[in-house]
């Protein structure tokens, strides 16, 4: 099978808490995507999980089973989010390494401030291909089918979701997932620029040696992530930036770091080059030390020279809600000096106003960040001790 040629998409899967993602995610991918220890204690995903996954058609049916004979269409990276409140950050991580999603809505419980939040951030995000899956339909009477259905035609009207198809599943009972991965194969995504500079959003970092392994056996330090545009080849040099984050007299100071990649990943399948679209794992030479435990998540990658220059100091163009998404509670106006969470790319970094006006805010940053022109930034702001997005900026560079 020809997997670095295979038409590649990511898949963000958002909702509500509860509303039933993991379930869903492991039924589309036949994993479980919850695999930190501490998520399965509390039930909840607390860090992006990953799954890939090879839809096929066999007859007029979509699988993702491994064992299926069909013809391969689409190699699928999903990557699931956490639905909690105060994991939006996350979320919007999630948001921006992804080409379309499933929003879930739960038929028992209906929308919920999550469900508002997170299509609030897919429209900010400018995600157009959302599919929006009615859960837990096992749970409900035909009766209560139909008003859900009508509530979240409702909630849609008006947003970029209006005309995204509803498919009423049991992530649970895997009833109609066929017809969730019929839908994912209808997406059209616009072809990516194969020739600029590459540009790779790490969302993970680790480490895969196992303990007492031969010092000839040992592997370099992995980078996982999702290359936004460019391509990257074995033996490429590259750079990472903001870097290696070191204390210094109570203070994080950031030093870019440079290797070059021993080989590349797409799921199981070890590859030569990587073009854009779907999520990547790449060896470097590295020293493990710098990889393990996602100490790069959050930093970006590209060849050498291919990143503007960090910097701890940004402008954005900024837009505020008026109301703390599926709450009463109203936004007030940035103030001097006040700290605000921003989630740009796959990183958070926390940031205090210097500046501001009706639509242009500057911040100092903590943790500094690699600026990319017209990004979208999400804003939050800590409202009775919980992080809540509160607006997007743009960079201006
Ligand atoms: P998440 O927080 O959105 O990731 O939700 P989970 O996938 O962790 O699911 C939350 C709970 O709902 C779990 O107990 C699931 O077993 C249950 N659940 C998920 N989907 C369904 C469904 O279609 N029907 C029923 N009855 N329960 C479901
Ligand atoms: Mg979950």
């Known amino acids: 099978m020809d997997i670095a040629n295979l038409e590649t998409i ?14 869903l995610l492991q ?11 501490e998520e399965q204690k509390r039930g909840i995903t607390i860090k992006l999980g990953y799954a890939d996954a090879i839809i096929k058609k066999e007859g007029d049916k979509y699988t ?20 909690h409140e105060m994991l939006m950050a996350t979320m919007l991580s999630g948001a921006a390494i992804i080409d379309a999603a499933i929003l879930l809505v739960s038929a028992s419980e209906g929308i919920k401030p999550q469900t508002r939040e997170h299509l609030i951030a897919l429209e900010a995000k400018n995600i157009k291909n959302i599919i929006i899956a009615q859960n837990k339909i096992d749970l409900v009477t035909k009766e209560q089918a139909t008003s859900n259905y009508k509530q ?45 500079k590459p540009l790779l959003l790490i969302a993970r970092s680790f480490d895969i040696n196992k303990p007492g392994t031969e010092l000839k056996n040992l592997h370099g330090g992995i980078l996982g992530g999702i290359l936004k545009k460019g391509t990257l080849k074995v033996g490429d040099e590259i750079e990472i930036k903001p870097g290696l984050s070191q204390k210094k007299h109570n203070e994080f100071i950031y030093t870019p770091i440079k290797s070059k990649i021993i080989s590349i990943y797409k799921g199981h399948y070890k590859v030569d080059k990587a073009t854009p679209g779907g999520s990547i794992a790449i060896e470097t030479e590295l020293d493990t030390s710098l990889t393990k435990a996602d100490s790069l ?8 020279g291919g990143l503007s220059d960090t910097t701890n100091f940004i402008k954005l163009q900024y837009d505020l809600f008026k109301n703390i998404a599926g709450e009463d509670k109203v936004i007030n106006p940035i103030i001097l000096n006040e700290t605000l969470m921003l989630s740009v790319n796959t990183s958070i970094t926390v940031g205090i106003v210097s500046k501001v006006s009706k639509n242009e805010v500057e911040l100092k940053l903590k943790i500094p960040i690699v600026p990319i022109k017209e990004d979208s930034i999400g804003i939050s702001r800590n409202v009775g001790g919980h992080w809540r997005l509160i607006g997007f900026g743009k960079i201006n560079l």
Request: glycine share 10%.
């Open 152 to 196: 979240i035609k409702e909630f849609v009207k008006g947003t970029i979701a209006e005309n995204a198809p509803i498919i009423p599943i049991s992530a649970k009972q895997g009833v109609n997932i066929d017809k969730i991965l019929e839908e994912l194969c209808k997406i059209k995504i616009e072809k990516k620029d194969e020739n600029a």
């Open 10 to 23: 990511n898949i963000g899967i958002v909702g509500h808490i509860d509303h039933g993602k993991t379930t």
């Open 297 to 304: 998540a959050g930093t970006v990658a590209s060849t050498i």
């Open 27 to 37: 039924h589309l991918s036949g994993k479980w995507a919850d695999t930190h220890s």
């Open 64 to 83: 993702t089973d491994p064992e299926s004979k069909g013809e391969p269409v689409r190699y699928i990276t999903f990557i699931d989010t956490p639905g």
